[in-house]
Nanobody, 124 residues
Framework: HVQLVESGGGSVQAGGSLRLSCAVSGATDMRYCMGWFRQAPGKQREWVAAVDFEGSASYTDSVKGRFTISQNHAENLLYLQMNDLKSEDTGTYYC???????????????????WGPGTQVTVS
């Protein structure tokens, strides 16, 4: 497993932007599917976006056109650029990783073995 540490969370007004970062360490010589989940207070954890090693990405419908997931393999960093933030984007955001492909027989994976501790995003 790799180790993941998120940063970049904070408080922002509706319509604003934040960029989350995830530092990846450990077995970085393997190919991973990387992604982001979030959890709002009192709600279940929600898959937000994922990106495969080649850069193909997928997003949950509520963030399409507003969020962009990207990665820097040389620096072992994963990003989530969040624009036009809404109050419903509030929550703890988790960076996730899993060895292998992002797409399985059921579509884009939702199961990930490595999780970061999370970073809080508050939109008011």
């Amino acid at each position: 497993h790799v180790q993941l540490v998120e940063s970049g969370g904070g408080s922002v007004q509706a319509g604003g932007s934040l960029r989350l970062s995830c530092a990846v360490s450990g077995a970085t010589d393997m190919r991973y599917c990387m992604g982001w989940f979030r959890q709002a207070p009192g709600k279940q954890r929600e898959w937000v976006a994922a990106v495969d090693f080649e850069g193909s990405a997928s997003y949950t419908d509520s963030v399409k056109g507003r969020f962009t997931i990207s990665q820097n393999h040389a620096e072992n960093l994963l990003y989530l650029q969040m624009n036009d933030l809404k109050s419903e984007d509030t929550g703890t955001y988790y960076c996730v990783a899993e060895v292998g492909l992002c797409i399985d027989s059921f579509g884009w994976r939702r199961e990930f073995g490595s999780w970061g501790p999370g970073t809080q995003v508050t939109v008011s």
